[in-house]
């Protein structure tokens, strides 16, 4: 329980330094930010990373099961295998576009979100960054179980 804290009192501390000297270093981090947001390939890279994680995890754990032979009462199985396989990388990737927008719009004034209102664009980038921060600690966590047993069976 306390390593728990410990890790989440870690993650708050880093937050709050970025937070804190993103005010100071502003002028020189905003063009670094705009050339990634505005990359021309960037959901692509982050789609194909995610989405590279998630099956070989699936596949290494045993969890990637598509079964051909199956009838018309299976499809709810077939169904949840599916939705599990794809629903970290699309959530990945929409939350990512959904931020790049809102970030766009108001950092860059670049008009994605016609017609909508300071207080909504709020919303969406509170929910896209709640979606994308839980979406990449659990593909983070994916990364570290296939590096952990990897390790583990080059050192034997």
Request: aromatic share 18%.
């Amino acid at each position: 329980m306390r390593d728990w804290r410990n890790k989440h009192i870690l993650y708050l501390l880093i937050l709050l330094i970025v937070f804190a000297s993103s005010f100071f270093l502003i002028d020189m981090i905003k063009p670094f930010f705009g050339w990634i947001l505005s990359g021309k390939y960037t959901n692509w890279v982050l789609g194909i990373t995610v989405i590279s994680i998630s099956i070989i995890h699936k596949i290494k754990y045993n969890k990637f099961r598509l079964n051909t032979e199956s009838s018309f009462k299976d499809y709810k199985v077939f169904f949840s295998h599916l939705t599990e396989f794809i629903g970290e990388p699309l959530t990945v990737v929409c939350s990512f576009a959904f931020l790049k927008g809102v970030l766009l719009q108001k950092f860059f004034d670049v008009k994605h979100f016609l017609n909508y209102n300071e207080i909504e664009l709020t919303f969406i980038l509170i929910l896209s960054s709640y979606f994308f921060i839980t979406s990449i600690l659990e593909v983070k966590k994916q990364l570290f179980e296939l590096k952990k047993d990897t390790e583990t069976i080059t050192k034997d």
